[in-house]
Nanobody, 118 residues
Framework: QVQLVESGGGLVETGGSLRLACTPT????????KAWYRQTPGNQARELVA??????????ADSAKGRFTISRESAKDVAVLYLQMHNLKPEDTGNYFC?????????WGRGTEVTVSS
């Protein structure tokens, strides 16, 4: 079973930057189209922020366009997923998860917390 480990979150001021990373425990995750999701405080649902397909094409939520960049890099046998975030806003605050797309894997990681102070 693939486990997903997110990292890179933290506390930043408005306008700051963060780079999130998602490291899967198995190369089985390599075959999936992948995405970053965000769960904001008080919400159960996770919204899709950015996705990347196997051909490298990407999609972004309107709120992320022009500020976030999703990418992946091979590290040994697994593909590490990244989310570079610039010009962060308080509304970007939340717990960020990586997972497959349509559908996500049933097992989610713990996410990585991003807090943007105003």
């Amino acid at each position: 079973q693939v486990q997903l480990v997110e990292s890179g979150g933290g506390l930043v001021e408005t306008g700051g930057s963060l780079r999130l990373a998602c490291t899967p425990t198995s190369s089985l995750f390599n075959v999936y189209n992948k995405a970053w999701y965000r769960q904001t405080p008080g919400n159960q649902a996770r919204e899709l922020v950015a996705s990347i397909r196997s051909d490298g094409s990407t999609d972004y939520a309107d709120s992320a366009k022009g500020r976030f960049t999703i990418s992946r890099e091979s590290a040994k046998d697994v593909a590490v997923l990244y989310l570079q975030m610039h010009n962060l806003k308080p509304e970007d605050t939340g717990n960020y998860f990586c997972n497959a797309v349509n559908p996500p894997l049933t097992s989610w990681g713990r996410g990585t917390e991003v807090t943007v102070s105003s």
